[in-house]
């Protein structure tokens, strides 16, 4: 079992306000998963009963439309935490947690996560603030779709996954979305997110590589979605 206290992802999220007792701890009692690409950690509507935090790997929270379409409303990476909004207000999770890439995923139970809020207020007031810049995020993707064309909102969302998730040796960015992935980010049709991808190569500010994209101009590509 791998040690909580010596895991460099936990510096990343509210768990590094815990002390070494209480990661010792944790690691007792924490599972451990490997997750294979396009399979879920947990699914809308399930009652999760604990805190999830990514160890390796990329996954996305999304919720499913009455007809059948997904929107993406977050990419969360390696060093986050997933789950403490529905364990704290006890309800069931209102979104689907899929993994992009392969990962691993470690699971630390309720029971044990409450004794921390009780024992623990810098770890307690961590997580609250991870829950209201979750908050803040939702309200500013909701802005973007309302505010903004889908033009723009595909080329920010193109600048935010070159700077959040890096390019390759090659230029082109290292998350690899499907298109209708990315048609979900934006909040559009995949037909049409293709339209746009395509205008945006021929503008010269990005350029295809079959399934892949670099950013060829990121400063008009800023400007755009800005």
């Not at 309720?110 to 024992?119: D, G, P």
């Amino acid at each position: 079992m791998s040690k909580c206290e010596q895991c460099i992802v936990r510096q990343f999220s509210s768990l590094k306000a815990l002390n070494k007792e209480e990661l010792l701890k944790m690691a007792e009692c924490k599972t451990s998963y490997a997750i294979k690409k396009g399979n879920p950690i947990f699914e809308e509507g399930e009652i999760t009963n604990g805190i999830y935090c990514i160890k390796d790997g990329v996954c996305k929270l999304s919720k499913l439309s009455s007809n059948g379409k997904e929107q993406i409303v977050k990419l969360v990476k390696s060093g986050e935490l997933l789950g403490q909004r529905s364990m704290i207000s006890e309800e069931p999770a209102n979104l689907s947690a899929v993994a992009l890439e392969d990962m691993e995923v470690c699971f630390i139970p309720k029971k044990e996560i409450l004794q921390f809020f009780s024992q623990n207020n810098d770890f307690s007031m961590n997580v609250m603030k991870t829950i209201c810049d979750d908050l803040k995020e939702a309200d500013a993707h909701m802005v973007n779709l309302a505010q903004k064309n889908v033009k723009e909102r595909l080329a920010g969302t193109l600048i935010y996954l070159e700077e959040n998730f890096g390019a390759d040796a090659d230029g082109t960015l290292s998350l690899q979305l499907s298109r209708e992935e990315l048609a979900g980010m934006i909040g559009t049709a995949t037909e049409s997110c293709i339209r746009m991808l395509s205008e945006l190569n021929k503008s010269g500010l990005i350029n295809i590589v079959g399934k892949h994209i670099q950013i060829t101009d990121k400063n008009k590509l800023r400007r755009l979605a800005e």
